[in-house]
């Protein structure tokens, strides 16, 4: 099989019910510790409802498509009974599926901010259509906000996502960099209502090459506590200018945009 394709997902189903999902992975904290970057800032959100089942299909699909194992059984138990909940849906992607599904997604949710639109992903290297949305977003009058990492673990992907800077800041995208280690967490709230968590960065890998996992919800409770978690990074960030930009030296400048010509591949 073709070796540059993932399974980035991240999903914990307990006793078809309970599912978590966001960014951390399941690794012992103190395995391979880059000093340079610890720790990773993590975020994961728990969810119990007809919502665990959908990751459920997601964990056995891509369990069924490696092992010999069949586990069509669990997924037709029935599902507990609940009081009604929040508005939400498991989106999984990957090369073999409907694979441009996760950038519609993300297109969608950036085009349909009227008010206030916040986002962290550790890398962002888009297409053409997804930066597009992002500068658009901003220059209708949307507070557009989206928070990286300061010192990133791939400084091939931190050149990529740096040459980028430029247009959004002259678009009116504001620009923060966290300095409390690597911000790790995948996350995007719109207008304090909805919220999409998740595994996938915004990235031409998890878009392309990778199986990835989120959840989209509509529930304004649980938004304003991402929005508290997205706060606190903001707490721990610095804002970078268009005048830090510009002031960058032509060989930097050049790095970041020749790096940025391999995003397809990054």
């Keep these: 099989g073709r070796i ?11 006793d078809n019910r309970i599912t978590y999902c966001g960014s951390q992975n399941c690794a012992d904290p103190e395995f391979l510790i880059k000093a340079k970057f610890a720790p990773w800032v993590d975020a994961m959100m728990r969810f119990e409802g007809p919502i665990a089942r959908q990751n459920q299909y997601l964990f056995a699909t891509d369990w069924m498509a490696q092992m010999d194992g069949d586990l069509t059984p669990l997924l037709r138990q029935p ?25 519609e997604v993300f297109e ?31 220059r209708r009058g949307v507070r ?12 091939i992907v931190a050149a990529a996502s740096r040459s980028y800077y430029s247009d959004l800041l002259a678009a009116g995208v504001r620009i923060y960099e966290y300095e409390g280690g ?7 709230t719109l207008d304090g209502e909805v919220t999409l968590i998740g595994s996938a960065n915004m990235d031409r890998r998890s878009f392309d090459l990778n199986y990835e996992n989120n959840i989209l919800f509509y529930d304004p409770t649980l938004t304003a ?20 930009v510009a002031q960058w030296p032509i060989t930097r400048r050049f790095w970041n945009n020749t790096i940025a010509m391999l995003g397809p591949i990054l």
Aim: contains cysteine; hydrophobic residues 40%; neutral net charge.
């Design 108 to 138: 969608t949710l950036l085009y349909t901010a009227r008010r206030e639109l916040i986002i962290t992903t550790p890398y962002y290297v888009p297409d053409e259509g997804m930066q597009t949305a992002l500068c658009a977003s901003a």
């Design 79 to 103: 599902l507990p009974s609940g009081d009604p909940g929040l508005t939400a849906q498991v989106i999984g992607t990957g090369p073999t599926v409907y694979n441009s599904a996760m950038p």
């Design 4 to 14: 540059d394709l993932r399974n980035h997902r991240k999903i914990l189903v307990i």
């Design 144 to 155: 557009t906000i989206i928070i990286f990492p300061a010192r990133n673990d791939s400084w």
């Design 182 to 188: 690597l911000l790790h967490t995948k996350s995007l």
């Design 225 to 244: 506590e991402m929005r508290r978690r997205q706060d606190a990074y903001l707490a721990c960030s610095h804002p970078v200018t268009a005048e830090t």
